[in-house]
């Protein structure tokens, strides 16, 4: 496993990360997930993520319970504030209220005294930005989070974040997480510009676009049984899962074929080939998945090989 440099700062994290969206909110039983979660850290993972959203607080228990064994000091953990965690007019949104209440509620749920990350989940336009932020630098300065940082910002409201921070003299934003994909690409054009900028990292969710890329998926036959295509209620997957984006699949697998990785690994290089990315996280119902994934840390793609992708993406 390599490491990078998150944003501009000191902190170190593995190229490849472990997500608990779907998998361990409800999607995979709790001892697979523990399962998971202690291969990923024997393979050198030392970034674990998940939000308290998340099946409202269970996948911040399986979370915290598993990695409770290991020494705090030799991983870094992330959780993300901002969603609907109760039926109240302040249980969801980023104001100082919610923020704080969270952020402890979260603490307890993990079984720690901080957290490396504590994320924006999204934006929120009713609170005032100077609100957010001054509640988060509280929350640093008090040794509850370490760093800063949002999901799915856009260029212009990371860009306003970083210049009020600087104004007021508050913790500075260090850290995005968009998704990103070869078939989601959007923050290429102006998100990564403005990170790279401002000393921003990204730590991408989805790049294997839900299990898309990892060739599961064919056209015309039905999704395997078990797979995320196969439940119900997965809206977001409808939006990458199309006849378009198979036939693309089909067209990368023969480049990773050529390069001796498999699909799921040359879509993971292709991501860590940006120099802004620091970690790409994926989600594992099984820990051979991670065996698989981690093998793509390392990996260089020559410009050739990025030139044949980048006209089959573009096609």
Not at 209 to 233: D, F, H, I, M, W
Request: glycine residues 8%.
């Amino acid at each position: 496993m390599e490491y990078r440099r998150l944003g501009n700062t000191g902190l170190k994290v593995s190229e490849i990360s472990l997500g608990s969206w779907l998998t361990y909110a409800g999607y995979v039983e709790e001892q697979k997930a523990t399962a998971s979660i202690d291969k990923a850290y024997e393979l050198g993972i030392n970034f674990f993520d998940t939000a308290n959203v998340y099946m409202r607080g269970e996948a911040e228990k399986v979370v915290g319970k598993a990695l409770s064994k290991y020494d705090r000091s030799s991983y870094v953990l992330a959780t993300k504030v901002f969603g609907q965690m109760g039926d109240g007019p302040n249980d969801s949104g980023l104001s100082r209220k919610h923020i704080m209440e969270q952020c402890h509620a979260s603490l307890k749920r993990l079984g720690t005294d901080y957290v490396d990350i504590y994320y924006c989940h999204r934006f929120h336009k009713e609170t005032p930005l100077d609100e957010t932020l001054r509640a988060l630098d509280d929350l640093v300065r008090q040794g509850k989070v370490l760093y800063i940082g949002v999901s799915e910002w856009t260029a212009e409201q990371i860009s306003e974040a970083v210049h009020l921070a600087d104004k007021k003299l508050l913790d500075r934003i260090v850290v995005n997480q968009p998704n990103y994909s070869m078939l989601q690409r959007y923050i290429e054009k102006e998100v990564i510009p403005v990170s790279e900028k401002h000393g921003i990292g990204q730590v991408v969710f989805s790049p294997l676009a839900q299990g898309v890329l990892t060739g599961k998926y064919k056209k015309g036959e039905a999704a395997p049984e078990g797979s995320r295509a196969a439940q119900q209620n997965l809206g977001n997957l409808h939006g990458v899962l199309n006849e378009r984006n198979l036939d693309k699949v089909e067209n990368l697998k023969t480049i990773a074929e050529n390069e001796n990785l498999t699909l799921s690994q040359l879509a993971l290089a292709w991501i860590l080939r940006q120099p802004n990315v620091a970690s790409a996280l994926v989600g594992a119902s099984r820990p051979e998945q991670l065996e698989e994934n981690v093998k793509a840390s390392g990996v260089k793609l020559n410009n050739d090989t990025l030139q044949q992708i980048e006209e089959i993406l573009s096609n």
